[in-house]
Structures are given as C-alpha cells and as structure tokens.
C-alpha cells in the first residue's frame, strides 16, 4: 500500500514495509519505520508443529495496510500485514510510542476528534478502540458488521460512528452505544471504498464505491474543494463546496495527470501533493490559479521532499506499486435465470429441427408409396 498524508510540515507517506516522514520546510532528518525490523509478538498458544513447545512468532509480511494522522497532526497510527498497530508522536520531533496488536488485519483507521481515541476496522467486519493515553491496553470491541470493513470515521461531535462495508452499505451508529443505529446509507451498488467528511462541513458525508472504484476523498484544510482518485485512472475530479445559503457540492473540474496516482494530499496551504506510478516523477505538486489546478514545478518544498524521498521510492518494486487492493472485492454475478432461458430455447429449437425432420421423413415414405401403387396398378 502506498498512501500519503500531511502531519503539520511534515509530508508522510507508506512505502510497502516503511512509513517514512519528510520535512517538507526545513532540511531534516526524515524519520523511518521499518515494521520488518519492528518487534516481533510471540504466539501465546503452542504450535503443533513445535514439539519443544517454544511459542512462535506472528507471520505476515509486514507491508503497512493502513495508517492515520490525528486532527491536530500531533499523532500517527499504523497498521500491517502481521497484524502491529503502532503509535507515534510527531511534534516537536517524531517518536515511536508504543505497538500493541489488533485481533485481526485491519483495513482502516481514524483518530478521534479529542485524539484520546484510535478506532481500527478489520476485515472480518469489526471495530475496535484502542486508548491513546494508554497504548498499551488492549483494544475494546465496540460493534461489528456481518461482511470486511472496508473504511471507518467519525463525526466531529463524536455523536456518531459511520463505517462502510464490502455488502454496498454505510452504517451511522451511537458512538457512546454502537449497538444503536441511528440510519443506513444505501444508495451504493457496490462495495463502499471510501468515507470523508469535509472540514467545516461537519453535517455532509462523503461516499464512494466501486465501478470504477473511489479509492480517496480528500478536502482542502478551509473545507472549499474536495478532491476525488479512482483507482487506475489518471485523473482527479475535483468539486466546490458552498456555504451561501443551502450547502451545495458542485463538480468543479478534472485534471489529468501525466501517471495514475497512487494517493493524494493536501497541504496545510492548500496544495494538492500526488504519489504517481512513475519511477521519473512520483510527486508532483497541483496549485489553483485562476480557477484551474496547474502543475507547480518551482515550488521549493516539493525539490526538498524529493531529495529525500527517492531512495525509498527506488527501493520499491514496481510490481508492488501497481497492485490493485479492491480487484478482489467485486462479487461475481450469478444469473441462472438467463442460462435456464438459453438451455430452454435450444432444447426447443432441436425439438423442432427433430419434428421436421420426421415430417419430412414420412412425406418421403408417401410419395414413394404412391409411386409404387401407381405403377403396380393394372390397366383397364
């Protein structure tokens, strides 16, 4: 998984099995988490195959599946693939907190307004909160939804929990009692890829789903655009928010971009930052000017930002970059009634071909009868 967020001046992005933080203003030393050299948890049960009896470790392979930024940009959590979750501290300087472990692999991540609070959503459909003043306390299961857990936020009252499953639904449930449902969305065909609500648009909820498939929505930090990826394509959609009487979401345009994003940021001035599928240019920074989003090649904090962010970049594998995570997501169609109507009209059609082919077969046997009669019959 490749994603990117802004913490503060600190551009921060996962790269496979690393998170990795660039200062984006002042030339420091970026700080590097590496989960394949993170510490390992020992399994509690004994291996069948141990006959010694040692514990085992957790396998996995170690690439990053989620990750989160608090509101304030204070904090970051991670998960991976061997089931960590990891906390951290980024100001004044960046520090490494506290890992414990969640039940199963997680799919999505989100700080509470308050920041006392990391809500993980797994793949059997759970969620979980995790303490940030006590790291180290196991997480608390709060509900669960019948099919994986695809995304996970928050109201910024912290009145609601809202997460999206693989089954096209949304759930808006009571934070404080999340057996309490307070409504569904079910507006989606598909499975719902992505939740957002935009700053300083505290009432609207943000959706997407598959065909093609929403992969990120993002919003400009004064809540005025709001920024849309679809997985494999090369483009972003961008949309207007109004606050003039009735709140309205308006398309505003699409940029094309020269390689398919891998994920997007903005910037706390507003700036779009997008990770590309490209070894030549992976970043590129997009300013509004004049009502259109143009590539900004002179700004001096992305020359910064990419100095030392190729040598993370050139490590990853290519094959890595292009993996698609939704393509496994989609449910296969199963229409017996249109085979059944297929199988029905053949087996007509060879009864028919059978009926004339007898008919034909006995007319035959008539007019050679006829013959035979005709010329056996005496003259008078």
Not at 29 to 55: H, L, M
Request: a neutral charge.
């Amino acid at each position: 998984m490749t994603a990117a967020a802004f913490c503060g001046e600190w551009f921060v992005f996962t790269c496979d099995k690393k998170l990795v933080a660039i200062h984006s203003k002042e030339t420091r030393e970026p700080f590097v988490f590496d989960c394949s050299t993170a510490e390992k948890k020992p399994k509690n049960t004994k291996d069948d195959n141990n006959s010694q009896g040692r514990a085992t470790e957790e396998t996995g392979s170690d690439k990053v599946l989620a990750f989160a930024v608090s509101p304030s940009g204070n904090l970051v959590a991670l998960t991976d693939d061997t089931k960590r979750l990891a906390l951290f501290h980024c100001e004044p300087s960046w520090r490494f907190v506290n890992i414990t472990w969640v039940v199963r692999r997680c799919t999505s991540l989100v700080f509470s307004q308050a920041e006392d609070e990391l809500l993980v959503a797994d793949k059997s459909g759970d969620v979980y909160s995790f303490s940030v003043m006590e790291p180290q306390r196991e997480g608390k299961l709060m509900m669960g939804h019948l099919s994986m857990l695809l995304a996970v936020t928050i109201s910024p009252d912290k009145k609601y929990i809202i997460t999206a499953d693989r089954d096209e639904k949304i759930r808006v449930s009571h934070f404080r009692s999340p057996y309490v449902i307070q409504s569904f969305c079910l507006g989606h065909q598909q499975f719902v890829s992505a939740l957002h609500i935009p700053s300083g648009h505290p009432h609207w909820l943000l959706s997407g789903s598959g065909n093609p498939t929403v992969c990120r929505i993002i919003s400009s930090p004064d809540g005025r655009h709001v920024a849309v990826q679809c997985e494999r394509m090369s483009t972003v959609q961008f949309f207007t928010l109004h606050k003039e009487g009735e709140e309205t979401l308006v398309p505003h345009s699409r940029l094309s971009l020269p390689h398919c994003p891998l994920d997007m940021t903005f910037d706390l001035e507003g700036q779009l930052w997008v990770v590309m599928d490209s070894s030549d240019a992976p970043l590129q920074v997009y300013t509004l000017r004049q009502s259109t989003w143009e590539c900004n090649t002179q700004n001096p904090d992305l020359n910064r930002v990419i100095e030392a962010f190729m040598p993370h970049w050139e490590s990853l594998e290519a094959s890595t970059r292009k993996n698609n995570r939704f393509e496994h997501l989609y449910k296969m169609g199963f229409d017996n009634v249109t085979e059944y109507k297929q199988k029905k009209q053949q087996r007509l059609e060879e009864q028919q071909l059978k009926r004339t082919k007898a008919q034909k077969a006995n007319g035959n046997k008539k007019t050679k009868k006829e013959a035979s009669e005709a010329l056996t019959k005496p003259s008078v």
